[in-house]
């Protein structure tokens, strides 16, 4: 135990004292190296590729990208009067689940007839009901429906109002488009107005 305290040698105690530290010092420093690179190797997330590559991955994305919207209607033609049922059908085309962020304000409903729009919830939502998210899983479908009174809709740019017209839509063909949550239908769904 002496020795320890007091070194026996041919030089100076000090020169042993400073050997000393030296060996610690770099004791320590292979100890905190071999730590820094167990720790390091651990958390690399190229250390072991097959297991992150088997896990599931069930990230939700947008279903803008993915999503199909078909239009069509309760049914092809309709006695003047009657209140026809607009229905979209959205599907997810993609291989992972998808939302949809919708709102009524969000849901543009459009008939026209020739070059005359006839109904239109642009600035007119025919809801109240607030805003929803709709996930959809690969292949599956969601539809949403709106009964239309056969009358005129409109919006009033002078005075910033919704209009709307009191008596039913004439006997002729008319064409519905939508946009549901920012996506769009490819095709529109024709329907008639037959006269009695």
Known sequence: MSSLRHPVGPHPPSVYWVRRGLSLAALVIV??????ACGHSSSSPDRHPSAQSSSPSTRVVPCASLVRLRLSTD???????????????LTNSGS??????????????????????????KHCPQSTAKPKDIRLKPGKSKQLRLVWNGKRLGYDKATKRCVTGTTPASPGTYQLTASIGGIRAAMPAVFHIAGS
């Open 96 to 121: 992972g689940v998808c939302v949809l962020h919708t709102a009524p304000a969000k849901e543009i409903w459009r008939i026209v007839s020739g070059p005359d729009t006839v109904f239109s919830t």
């Open 75 to 89: 049914a092809v033609s309709y006695p003047v009067g009657q209140t026809p049922t607009l229905i979209a059908t």
């Open 31 to 36: 100890i905190v190296l071999i730590a820094y």
